[in-house]
């Protein structure tokens, strides 16, 4: 696959884990611009309240609720990966920024995603991604050595399993399907739930 992000400046021995250090200009910066639209009234904080409050809903057990039904159904995990955004709405959960694309993990398969470009995530089913899934070091190597990067977080596949990268882009969002645990259809769905991490969701787990 070809890889829409310039090689410049990353370095291949950086490894993807890595906390949000560099960050804190911009956090700086926007408590600054924040603090100023509050004193120039040309913003409340029951305006910035609500709007947290939007951004925080989401999170991983939105995803992990579509990855939970279609353990459990057959019929519902096979409209999961026709037509992502149709079968989460079916649970109450609306994907505003593009369209969802649901791809399964098999015994064969195990599929990553990443973004390139930038840092396309579907925020609006699984909140704000991870400050490892938007770095350059990521984005950059998840392409060019996946399987090296996959060894950092602790997955090591079988060299016979094909591996899938899938770069998120404007158009489409990206959520992976693990595969079921053995028994998991008759488990209670609060289980299934907590058995589905954000690393499931992204690839970055098995």
């Known amino acids: 696959m070809k890889s829409r992000f310039s090689a410049d400046a990353v370095d291949p021995n950086t490894p993807v884990i890595e906390g949000h250090h560099g960050a804190d200009y911009y956090a700086l910066m926007t408590e600054a611009l924040h603090k100023l639209l509050l004193e ?3 913003l409340s904080q029951a305006d910035t309240d609500r709007v947290i409050a939007a951004l ?3 999170n991983t057990t939105w995803g992990a609720r579509l990855v939970a039904e279609a353990w459990a159904d057959p019929a519902y995990r096979e409209r999961l990966i ?3 955004s149709a079968a989460a709405l079916e649970l109450g959960f609306r994907i505003k920024e593009a369209k969802l694309v649901v791809v399964a993990n098999t015994p064969a398969l195990h599929n990553l995603i990443t973004c ?3 840092s396309c995530y579907p925020r609006s089913l699984l909140g704000q991604p991870p400050w490892w899934y938007i770095s350059k070091n990521y984005r950059a190597r998840s392409v060019r050595e996946p399987r090296r990067v996959l060894a950092e977080f602790g997955l090591d596949l079988p060299e016979t399993t094909e591996l899938r990268v ?3 882009n404007a158009d489409m969002r ?3 399907l693990p595969m079921a645990p053995e028994g998991a259809g ?3 769905l609060e289980q299934r739930i907590a058995a589905v991490t954000r690393h499931m969701l992204i690839g970055t787990a098995a």
Do not use: I, N
Request: proline letters at 10%.
């Open 40 to 42: 120039k009234r040309l």
């Open 56 to 58: 925080e809903a989401p």
């Open 82 to 84: 026709e037509d992502g």
């Open 116 to 118: 390139t470009l930038c």
């Open 166 to 168: 899938h770069d998120s």
């Open 174 to 176: 990206y959520m992976v």
């Open 186 to 188: 008759q488990w209670p």
